[in-house]
């Protein structure tokens, strides 16, 4: 049998209220582009903690990628694809991409299991951003990008990340976890039986 791990709201909350303070010090970000579906809540729950009195909240800008479904309809257990859907991507054409140049972009997503996703999102917006900076003639900002998960699982990787981001400690998992699979209560149909299993693997 597969081993799961459930997790509670009340638990993805406080690991973003955690992380807040490394990201605000550290990352410094001006915008965060959240990987959906699983990136989305994670992002606005972690912007409530990165306001800071008087400025103005962080905007999330969301992309859509997917490599993970479900083989049988009623599987909890999702198996990763071989490759990575576009499901929505910033407008290349419009100011969305004007609007990265310069920044530092926090990318938020909830797991990075093989890192196939982080390493294609991230290749991807460089790539995009390096685009609209030469077309623009913007080439002296500087656009870093830094990763937020909440989990990150310990295991060999099949997608990488840029050395300089790693080099500049410029990716950070609110927790390491075994091989396990993650069940986040977002995807929960029962929330109420979702939080005792939770309760009953912490009292194990
Ligand atoms: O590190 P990896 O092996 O690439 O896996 C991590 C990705 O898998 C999940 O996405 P999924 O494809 O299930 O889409 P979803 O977020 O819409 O459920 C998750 O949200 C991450 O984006
Ligand atoms: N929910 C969920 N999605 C994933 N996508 C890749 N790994 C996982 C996981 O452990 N849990």
């Given at each position: 049998m597969v081993e799961k791990l459930y997790v509670t709201y009340n638990q993805v909350h406080k690991l973003c209220q955690k992380s807040a303070e490394r990201i605000l010090n550290d990352?410094?970000?001006?915008l965060m582009i959240a990987i959906g579906g699983g990136g989305y809540v994670p992002a606005r729950i972690l912007r409530s903690f990165l306001k800071r009195p008087g400025s103005a909240n962080i905007p999330i800008q969301a992309i859509g990628l997917s490599l993970y479904e479900s083989l049988?309809?009623?599987?909890a257990v999702e198996e990763p694809g071989t490759k990575v859907t576009r499901t929505q991507w910033l407008d290349?054409?419009?100011?969305e991409m004007a609007n990265l140049i310069g920044k530092n972009v926090l990318i938020v997503d909830e797991v990075d299991d093989t890192r196939t996703t982080l390493e294609y999102a991230v290749k991807e917006l460089q790539k995009d951003v390096e685009t609209a900076t030469k077309k623009l003639g913007r080439d002296a900002e500087k656009t870093r990008f830094s990763i937020f998960v909440l989990h990150n699982k310990d295991k060999h990787k099949k997608g990488n990340l840029p050395q300089d981001m790693l080099d500049e400690n410029r990716y950070l998992a609110a927790l390491t976890v075994p091989d396990v699979w993650i069940c986040y209560?977002?995807?929960?149909?029962?929330i109420d039986e979702h939080d005792r299993l939770a309760e009953s693997q912490s009292v194990q």
């Open positions: 990352f410094k970000p001006n049988t309809t009623d599987s290349l054409s419009s100011l209560p977002w995807e929960a149909t029962d």
